[in-house]
Structure formats: C-alpha cells, structure tokens
C-alpha cells in the first residue's frame, strides 16, 4: 500500500465456515436434508448478520509516550484461541502466546511507532489459564510487579493492561460485584507503582461444552453485571482508564459471538486480533508524547 493511502486494519476478513454451537441447530445440513452450499462470511461465528465495523488505525510514525507495557491476565491474555469451528470438537489452543492479543498488540504497535521508539517496544505477557483475579491474580501482580519493577529501568513497565475475571465468574460463587472489586483493586497495584492503568471489560462468553463434553454456561449470564459494576469502580479513577472490549465486539448479539469460538469462553484468532486493535486504540489515546520526541 502505498504512503497516500490510509491503512486499513482487516476486521471483516472473509471466511467460509458454518456456526459449530448447539444453538446453532439450523446450520448445515442433515442426513435427509439436500446439501446447502457454503455462504461466505465476514465473521467466524456469524452465518448472517453484519461484521464488526472496522476501527481506523493510528497513522504510521505515531510517537507514544509509553512504550513499555505489562499485559495481565487469565488464559485469553496467555494465549488461548478457541477455533472458529469444530476442527476437531470444541479444539482450543492453550496458552501460545504468539496467537494472544498482547503478542498481535506487540506487531502492531511496531507499523505505528516511528523508528526512534522500535527498540523500546515492550509487551509482557504474564498471562495464567484457569487464575482467577480474587484467589490469585491479586497476589501474582504484586509478586509478578515486585519482580519486574526491580530489574533495569529500561525494562520496566511503564503502563498495565489488565484483563481478568472471567475464570471466577464461571468456577466460583463470587459475585460479580465481588470480582469487579478485586479487579479494581488490582488496577489500584498498579497505580501505587506509577503505571498507567487500562482496565479491559470482558467479552460475552456464551454457554458451551467443557473438552470432556459437560454443558457449562461460561457465566454467560454474568458478564453485563460484572462489567457495571466494573465501569462503576474504576470510572473516574486517577491514571485508569477503562476499555470496553464487551461494547468493542460489536453492537449486536451476532456480531459479538463472531469473534467468540465454538469453546463459548476463548476468542478467536479474529478475536485475538480486534482485541489487539482496541488496545491500541486507547493505548494511543490515553499516552501521547508530552514535548518533543528526542
């Protein structure tokens, strides 16, 4: 693409599958049913419906005044991918962080930084499938921050990117207010050691089989109240600034569950991807360079 143009990120690529959920009965076909053809679709889950509408990018040379960031979090931050259809049933990659957001956030903060910060880029992926923010992830960040604040100046994290949960919404009986509150309490950990804060509501999870075939909901029905109370606790908050992942799947029920797999708790690649997106987006907006880059 050349210079004049503006970049595009590709949020509707186009992919040929069929909806893998048992709420999806009517896609496919059956063994008395004429074969369908295959519909090409915008978003991995979606066989109808919009797509996600695409976010611009920043332009290319945009200098941040940070550039060194800690992504926290559960098995999404550490890599988790669901796919976006059966292949083989309900298949989840575990913990590759070069299919997570943080590592694609990474790549893109690289096409946007001008080339006096590309040797400073930082993301840290301290990512922990199946830790819950109330019985672990408040400990682990001040252990996992204890350790990195120590270390050289020039590897510190200068800015938190937490994402957290989703794993006690679904496997213990604590509230969603309960959680919400242990969340902010972890955006607090990071404010008291000088980081920019941004705190990340969840993606709507959806009911769907464990890798053993149980029926589990995913708190499904949890996530709206937990992200209130959430956006409640940390709006306003000095040096913490809240990213809507839930709203930044898109408006409508379909559009969301396009970029959730077949598993109903992990994105896919796609979702990987927008999430990555987002991030940026706020990490552009919420850290600009004061004065003049050197």
Do not use: K
Not at 64 to 77: E, H, K, N, Q, Y
């Amino acid at each position: 693409m050349s210079s004049g143009q503006p970049r595009v990120w590709n949020g509707a690529r186009h992919l040929t599958m069929c909806v893998a959920l048992a709420a999806a009965a009517g896609c496919g076909s059956s063994p008395t049913a004429p074969t369908q053809p295959q519909v090409p679709q915008t978003l991995a889950l979606v066989v109808t419906g919009p797509t996600v509408p695409a976010l611009t990018p920043p332009a290319s040379g945009t200098a941040l005044g940070v550039t060194r960031f800690l992504a926290f979090g559960d098995s999404i931050t550490c890599g988790t991918e669901s796919a976006p259809v059966a292949q083989p049933f309900l298949e989840a990659v575990n913990c590759t962080p070069s299919n997570g957001y943080p590592e694609r956030l990474l790549g893109l903060l690289r096409a946007t930084v001008p080339a006096v910060q590309q040797s400073g880029l930082q993301v840290i992926n301290r990512g922990s499938g199946g830790e819950g923010a109330v019985l672990q992830g408040e400990a682990r960040l001040r252990r996992d921050l204890a350790e990195l604040m120590a270390g050289p100046v020039d590897a510190r994290p200068q800015a938190l990117l937490l994402l957290m949960g989703v794993n006690d919404l679904a496997s213990t009986t604590a509230t969603p207010a309960r959680v919400a509150s242990s969340v902010a309490s972890m955006a607090d950990i990071g404010r008291a050691y000088g980081l920019g804060v941004i705190v990340a509501t969840m993606p709507q999870t959806y009911p769907g089989l464990s890798p053993a075939g149980i029926p589990r909901d995913n708190a499904s029905t949890r996530i709206v109240p937990f992200n209130a109370e959430l956006t409640r606790l940390v709006t306003g908050v000095p040096d913490v600034s809240l990213l809507d992942v839930y709203e930044g799947f898109g408006g409508t029920a379909a559009q969301r569950l396009g970029l959730m797999g077949v598993d109903g708790l992990h994105p896919t690649p796609m979702g990987h991807e927008r999430m990555a997106e987002l991030f940026l987006t706020e990490i552009v907006r919420r850290f600009p360079v004061r004065g003049t880059l050197q």
